[in-house]
């Protein structure tokens, strides 16, 4: 590539801080990162992770203004002007972002993406050269196809996408790669292989990675070094391994606990309660104080300053070496295994739900039909937390829409309850009614199923008026009651879906499910797009109801390890049809299809040996 480097980092930040207008939204953020090296910046939504990159980058929101000081190189970045800027980013300095298709331009092919990156060098002066380089940029992030050049974003899948996007953003041969949630949008096999590709681009090229996201699994697996950002300030710094396997700040452990094991079945998940606090509302004390179980009166009298604690490891927790025997006692217990379900399987009598060969084909025009779901029977019993598992377009979806009446199969039988229930077109009004309150759905985006229009406490009235048939059953005492059992005040009544957090959101899609008083829940990725802290919230609340209500559950998913925290029986689809089934702890410990074992494969995991479990050991 021509370039000479400098001694020293490649990338060196120093009191960035961040601001919308008046608003700081980062305070005083320090980052080094060294030629080849990998670091992750991780923490919940609102943690400021990816204003931080755009500030590393230079393309802050309008309204958004940063201090402090950006070096690349020795290239002090926010000194330049802006002409020079953009001689620099995408040249030596480039972007990944989460959603590959608003990266991509819809009315561009896939390959012009690549090719407008390279017209700036002579040497692809002609159409025809760019067009070999752009066949050997694709080869490179693992696309042969040369069809795919040719094609439009919406005609790939979201791996394929991403694909493009990142042989986009390596067109120019950057130094610094900066990896915006890369792959939270995609399913684990595809995150695994754009992360594996990731990986070997930056050790080949020798580019300096910063990976910003809030999967710790991903992070520990992938990453050399560990920046914890948390209300726009680093509260730990450090090696992944040792963060992992001793984490210096109750933050940090938090985030690690409530991550769901995939190799244990835990007997709850410990969550952070509330949520993350703006950074100018706790400038002058720690900014996780009113979330700690450790915090003393000293942690309110002063910001807490990142300090060296052991060789490479940093943290802001100033109780540190008084409170780090009970941190790490509580690391050691989050690998207890929960006792395991005994309740036999096999019995298939009084199934709540029951479906048979059933179909579902979609019409394509000028196409062949699309196959959406083939042959597929699985049972639910009263009681009993069912997994879907598969990636996207295995059908799990469609096949969740059919049981609830979203969509009509093309053949086959749906039982609820001992109703016909596979086209609810066709079915008495008392029938139909009886399914509704028997079977409720659960989706992955809350925000799109609630009106923005409405208050929670309309949208409740709305159900309990539905389940009730009369204006009677929706009383304030009622929707008061439904929130509180979703662990929200009924305060949150008077709310609107706007100023709801995303985990909130979901407690009132939760709530409004259970208005009608359900036997079985569907719950389509209900969990995918929650930070880790909240996700636990959330599935404690799943296991919690399950409990109180005796509820049933098909629970919907492409994480293994949530599905594992959650359910006692799998089933894994493929193509549309169910490749293998069975106790949820059997199917992941020894998978038999070739596919489940690809899922499983595909989970990011810890470096560190396991600690035994009172399960692994035998008398």
Not at 326 to 345: F, G, K, M, S, Y
Not at 369 to 380: D, Q, R
Not at 397 to 405: E, F, K, N, S, W
Not at 465 to 482: D, F, K, N, W
Request: proline share 7%.
């Amino acid at each position: 590539m021509g370039r000479t480097y400098r001694e020293g980092p490649l990338l060196e930040v120093k009191g960035l801080t961040i601001s919308h207008g008046a608003i700081p939204i980062t305070t005083s953020v320090d980052i080094v990162l060294k030629r080849g090296e990998t670091i992750a910046i991780v923490g919940e939504s609102g943690s400021g992770k990816s204003l931080t990159a755009r500030a590393i980058a230079g393309i802050l929101p309008p309204g958004m203004s940063a201090t402090g000081a950006v070096t690349l190189d020795g290239i002090p970045l926010m000194r330049v002007s802006e002409s020079e800027l953009r001689k620099i980013r995408g040249f030596r300095v480039s972007m990944l972002m989460q959603d590959p298709f608003t990266m991509l331009n819809p009315l561009m092919l896939a390959g012009d993406h690549i090719d407008e990156m390279l017209r700036h060098r002579p040497e692809f002066a002609s159409r025809a050269a760019r067009a070999e380089e752009v066949k050997r940029r694709l080869a490179e992030v693992g696309i042969v196809d040369e069809d795919v050049a040719r094609r439009l974003p919406f005609q790939l899948s979201g791996g394929m996408c991403q694909r493009v996007a990142l042989a986009a953003a390596l067109a120019r041969d950057p130094e610094l790669l900066i990896a915006d949630e890369p792959s939270t949008a995609l399913d684990v096999t595809t995150q695994a292989e754009i992360i594996k590709l990731l990986r070997r681009v930056q050790r080949e090229r020798h580019m300096g990675l910063i990976l910003i996201t809030h999967n710790l699994r991903l992070a520990f697996s992938t990453c050399q070094r560990i920046y914890v950002l948390y209300a726009g300030s680093i509260l730990e710094l450090g090696d992944a391994a040792a963060v992992e396997s001793q984490p210096f700040h109750p933050y940090t452990l938090g985030l690690l606990l409530s991550e769901p094991p995939v190799d244990l079945r835990v007997p709850r998940l410990p969550a952070i309660r509330g949520s993350v606090p703006r950074a100018g509302d706790v400038a002058s004390s720690c900014a996780f104080a009113d979330r700690c179980d450790w915090v003393k009166e000293i942690c309110r009298t002063g910001k807490p300053p990142l300090a060296a604690r052991e060789a490479s490891r940093f943290t802001a927790c100033i109780r540190q070496h008084e409170i780090q025997g009970e941190l790490d006692a509580l690391r050691t217990a989050a690998v207890l295994a929960a006792p395991p379900i005994t309740r036999p399987h096999g019995e298939t009598a009084g199934a709540l739900v029951r479906v048979d060969l059933l179909a579902k084909t979609f019409a394509a025009k000028r196409r062949r039909p699309i196959y959406a779901v083939k042959s597929v029977s699985l049972h639910v019993m009263p009681g009993e937390s069912v997994g879907l598992v598969g990636e996207s377009g295995s059908g799990k979806t469609t096949l969740g829409r059919c049981l609830v009446g979203l969509e009509t199969p093309t053949a086959g039988k749906i039982l609820v309850n001992g109703i016909a229930a596979e086209d609810f077109g066709a079915m008495t009004k008392v029938d139909r009614a009886l399914v509704r309150r028997t079977i409720q759905m659960v989706f992955q985006d809350p925000y799109s199923t609630l009106n923005p229009r409405h208050s929670v406490g309309r949208a409740l009235g709305e159900a309990l008026q539905a389940c009730a048939g009369a204006t009677s059953a929706a009383t304030p005492e009622r929707i008061a009651s439904l929130l509180e059992e979703v662990g929200l005040s009924p305060a949150y009544a008077m709310r609107r879906p706007a100023t709801l957090s995303g985990g909130e959101r979901q407690r009132v899609a939760i709530a409004r499910a259970l208005a009608v008083k359900p036997a079985i829940l569907v719950c389509d990725e209900p969990v995918s797009a929650l930070d880790v802290s909240v996700q636990a919230q959330v599935l404690n609340l799943f296991r919690r109801l399950q409990v109180e209500r005796e509820l049933s559950y098909l629970f919907i998913s492409h994480d293994l390890a949530v599905v594992r925290q959650i359910t006692e029986r799998i089933y894994v689809l493929y193509l549309g049809e169910i490749v293998e089934e069975g106790p949820t702890e059997r199917v992941i410990e020894n998978p038999h299809h070739p596919y489940t074992r690809r899922l499983v494969e595909s989970i990011p995991r810890s470096a560190l040996p396991r600690p035994p479990c009172p399960g692994d050991i035998r008398t």
